[in-house]
């Protein structure tokens, strides 16, 4: 005996778009594509670091500390590409950004005095950094310093307050000095 055919279900007809509905499509759509495109545009490019390594704004890989490292009696070396002074203060050493606090003149190192000195208006500085007389707000700025192990791994690293940091004992680590990371000078009066 045949089977009796069960009736098809009815599919549901869309009306035609109208112009102006097509039109608020379109317009969404466009937005909707734009959003996308623009977010993930910005989602990748700050998904790079913005500077190389090497490059002020980075970090400076300076080498083996043993090799770098300026002594107590030393004077501060500067370092150009990175823009700082790096000073030994009784075992304990600090990188300081290389410009005056004041109104952002370089400040020099001065051996007969034994303190840095700017020559715009006068500010000058102890070799830690810490203010001593003129129109400057706050002692100098420092910048985070690191000591890296052969792998790359940091085993010590400036504090929060960018205080002098003791030298490790061990001479094989490297130094690096992010000069992306600047802690600002403590105010005084
Ligand atoms: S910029 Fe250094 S004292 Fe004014």
């Known amino acids: 005996m045949a089977e009796a ?19 608020n499509y379109a317009w969404l759509a466009s ?5 996308v495109v623009g977010f993930g545009g ?6 790079f670091p913005r500077f190389k390594v090497g490059e002020f704004g980075g970090v400076i890989p300076l080498g ?5 490292l300026p002594k107590p009696t030393d004077p501060p070396l ?20 290389d410009v005056c606090v004041h109104l952002g003149c370089l400040y ?14 006068g500010s000058k500085y102890q070799k830690d950094g810490t203010y001593i007389e003129g129109p400057a707000p706050r002692s100098l700025d420092r910048m985070v310093i690191s000591f890296v192990d052969a792998n790359g791994k940091p085993v010590a690293l400036t504090d929060p307050k960018g205080v002098p940091m003791q ?7 490297n130094i690096e000095i992010d000069t992306g ?6 105010g005084h009066g």
Request: glycine letters at 8%.
């Open 5 to 23: 055919k069960t009736a098809e279900p009815a599919i549901p007809v869309m009306p035609p778009l109208t112009r102006r509905e097509f039109l």
């Open 31 to 35: 937005l909707g594509f734009v959003f």
């Open 42 to 47: 910005a989602t990748f490019f700050f998904s």
């Open 64 to 68: 083996k500390a043993g090799d770098v």
């Open 78 to 97: 500067h370092n150009a590409e990175g823009k700082f002074w790096l000073a030994n203060i009784n075992g304990a050493v600090l990188a300081l950004y």
């Open 108 to 121: 020099q190192w001065q051996p007969v005095s034994g303190r840095f000195e700017c020559p715009c208006h």
């Open 167 to 173: 030298i490790p004992s061990d001479t094989n680590l």
């Open 181 to 186: 990371k600047i802690i600002q000078g403590t």
